[in-house]
């Protein structure tokens, strides 16, 4: 076909809600009392990209400082890149609410969403076949909150404490990460 294939909400993870943490400002309140959180991601496969032709991947994480945000707010760039033929993805991780004045909770946070990014560009790689995705030619992207996730994932993928791969033997690394806006520096901090 000669048409962008667009998988909307695909799960690729599920984990405890450590209190009041959410996917997405669009599930925020039915999400927030919920035991376990569902973790989703949104794929746009270009007509190029099938099992036999695969193609670079472009894995999308959006802003927000940790507390808030969606997939859908980077919905407009992974669709300019799917357009160009590359596959992209765009990523819900856990949101933790007021995690900015409270630094165990921001630490808790940055592991948190972490541990969802780094599952998510392994589900991904995991279904390479089915997605027409070339798993040796993979970047991540994010701005503010995102990027950080990108950088992170960049310098710690698979080693980050605190954090467990739902796919066994499938690595996080990326072989490109790109950030924007992105800090985990406390400005207010001496």
């Given at each position: 076909?000669?048409?962008?294939?667009?998988m909307r909400d695909v799960e690729y993870s599920r984990r405890p809600?450590?209190?009041?943490?959410?996917?997405?400002?669009?599930?925020?309140?039915?999400?927030?009392?919920?035991?376990?959180?569902v973790l989703r991601l949104d794929?746009?496969?270009?007509?190029?990209?099938?099992?036999?032709?695969?193609?670079?991947?472009v894995v999308w994480f959006h802003g927000g400082g940790l507390s808030s945000g969606s997939k859908?707010?980077?919905?407009?760039?992974?669709?300019?890149?799917?357009?160009?033929g590359?596959?992209?993805?765009?990523?819900?991780?856990?949101?933790?609410?007021?995690?900015?004045?409270?630094p165990v909770k921001r630490v808790l946070a940055l592991q948190h969403a972490m541990d969802d990014a780094m599952n998510a560009i392994r589900y991904?790689?995991?279904?390479?076949?089915?997605?027409?995705?070339?798993?040796?030619?993979?970047?991540?992207?994010?701005?503010?909150?995102?990027?950080?996730l990108s950088l992170v994932n960049a310098v710690e993928f698979d080693t980050l404490v605190n954090t467990v791969s739902d796919y066994p033997g499938v690595s996080s690394k990326v072989q490109a990460a790109v950030s924007t806006g992105a800090t985990l520096v406390d400005a207010s901090a001496s």
């Amino acid at each position: 076909s000669s048409s962008l294939r667009q998988m909307r909400d695909v799960e690729y993870s599920r984990r405890p809600n450590a209190g009041s943490q959410f996917t997405s400002e669009l599930t925020r309140v039915a999400e927030q009392g919920s035991p376990v959180l569902v973790l989703r991601l949104d794929v746009s496969v270009p007509p190029n990209a099938t099992a036999q032709q695969r193609q670079p991947l472009v894995v999308w994480f959006h802003g927000g400082g940790l507390s808030s945000g969606s997939k859908e707010d980077v919905a407009a760039q992974a669709l300019s890149y799917a357009s160009a033929g590359y596959v992209a993805a765009t990523v819900n991780f856990r949101l933790t609410p007021d995690n900015e004045t409270d630094p165990v909770k921001r630490v808790l946070a940055l592991q948190h969403a972490m541990d969802d990014a780094m599952n998510a560009i392994r589900y991904l790689k995991s279904n390479a076949a089915t997605y027409g995705i070339d798993p040796a030619r993979v970047a991540s992207f994010g701005n503010s909150a995102g990027g950080a996730l990108s950088l992170v994932n960049a310098v710690e993928f698979d080693t980050l404490v605190n954090t467990v791969s739902d796919y066994p033997g499938v690595s996080s690394k990326v072989q490109a990460a790109v950030s924007t806006g992105a800090t985990l520096v406390d400005a207010s901090a001496s």
